[in-house]
Every structure is written in C-alpha cells, then in structure tokens.
Nanobody, 125 residues
Framework: QVQLVESGGGLVQAGDSLRLSCAAA??????YGWFRQAPGKAREFVAT????????YYADSVKGRFTISKDNAKNTVHLQMNSLKPEDTAVYYC????????????????????WGQGTQVTVSS
C-alpha cells in the first residue's frame, strides 16, 4: 500500500524557516508536488519536482523563498521554506504521480494520484 507521510509543520513567526518532509512508503514516483490550502480558500500549487531529472517549478508567491528537493536514499522530498509570511499559513499537502512530463503540467493537482494527510503550517505576524 502506497503512503505519503508528511512531517515538519508547526507554528513559527514571520521571517522564520521550516522544512517539510514527505516520505513515500511503498514505491518511488516520478513527480512530486507540494500544495497548500488556507482556511476558506481553494487548494493551490506551491512547488513540484521531477524525480528523474531534478527539475523544479514554483508558484510565483513562493519563488525565491521556498526550495523543493529530493533525497534519493531516503525516498523523501523536502520543502525548505524560508522568510515565511503570515499568508503562507495553510495546511500543506504532499502529492505524487507515477508519470512525468512537461513540468508545468504538474502544477495541476489533477495530475497527482496519491496524497498525504497534510501538515499544518502557521506563521504569526
């Protein structure tokens, strides 16, 4: 059974950093993404990485502050979040897909087949 297990969320102050992790149990996927959902808002794309090529793509709102990376040995994807802002407050979800292609396609949550349970990130001002 495939599972995506997220960790690393928490409560921080504006300007602080957090690192989220997503461990894939059961198999390795070709594409991974991070999405987030703030209260009362739709889920939105944050970042994606191609496991094979290492290519990455970011939402404009996090570009330059967040970095998505992979750890092949641990079958884990990380999201390093720096210079956090109150508007980054949300539940963050890891997603995975067995397919890969043009990386911009993986900004669409419908491209993903597997999802983690979500981890809360709260940034106070």
């Amino acid at each position: 059974q495939v599972q995506l297990v997220e960790s690393g969320g928490g409560l921080v102050q504006a300007g602080d950093s957090l690192r989220l992790s997503c461990a894939a149990a059961g198999r390795t996927f070709s594409s991974y993404g991070w999405f987030r959902q703030a209260p009362g808002k739709a889920r939105e794309f944050v970042a994606t990485i191609n496991w094979v090529t290492g290519s990455t793509y970011y939402a404009d709102s996090v570009k330059g502050r967040f970095t998505i990376s992979k750890d092949n040995a641990k079958n884990t994807v990380h999201l390093q979040m720096n210079s956090l802002k109150p508007e980054d407050t949300a539940v963050y979800y890891c997603a995975a897909s067995p397919s890969y292609g043009t990386i911009v396609y993986y900004t669409d949550e419908n491209r993903y087949d597997y999802w983690g349970q979500g981890t809360q990130v709260t940034v106070s001002s």
